[in-house]
């Protein structure tokens, strides 16, 4: 099983940027599916962006499309999350998760095997 650690959360104005950082460790990150998802407080987990395992494709969520970029280097069992042009909304803890399975179901928090502790991202206006 995999092991994920996300950090590069913190307080940021709105129209700033910020860049999130997901590493891992126990297993090849080549294997993985890897996803970002998001949770506010008093809100359900949501989908951010997801990457395929050789970063062939690229999801992401309507909400942060055209702000957001997901990347990841296997290399370095690393994922990242760049996120530009902040909004207050986009205020959550931000989790990495990986997906050993092949659900193409990206968007959907259930198929993810494992995930990170979180890191949260305040967006202050």
């Known amino acids: 099983q995999v092991q994920l650690v996300e950090s590069g959360g913190g307080l940021v104005q709105a129209g700033g940027s910020l860049s999130l950082s997901c590493a891992a460790s126990?297993?090849?990150?080549?294997?993985?599916?890897m996803g970002w998802f998001r949770q506010a407080p008093g809100k359900e987990r949501e989908f951010v962006a997801a990457?395929?395992?050789?970063?062939?494709?690229?999801y992401y969520a309507d909400s942060v499309k055209g702000r957001f970029t997901i990347s990841r280097d296997n290399a370095k069992n690393m994922v990242y999350l760049q996120m530009s042009s902040l909004k207050v909304e986009d205020t959550a803890i931000y989790y990495c998760?990986?997906?050993?399975?092949?659900?193409?179901?990206?968007?959907?928090?259930?198929?993810?095997?494992?995930w990170g502790q979180g890191t949260q991202v305040t967006v202050s206006s």
């Open positions: 990457i395929t395992r050789t970063s062939t494709n690229t």
């Open positions: 126990g297993r090849a990150l080549s294997v993985y599916v």
């Open positions: 998760a990986a997906e050993s399975g092949y659900s193409y179901s990206y968007s959907d928090y259930t198929k993810y095997d494992a």
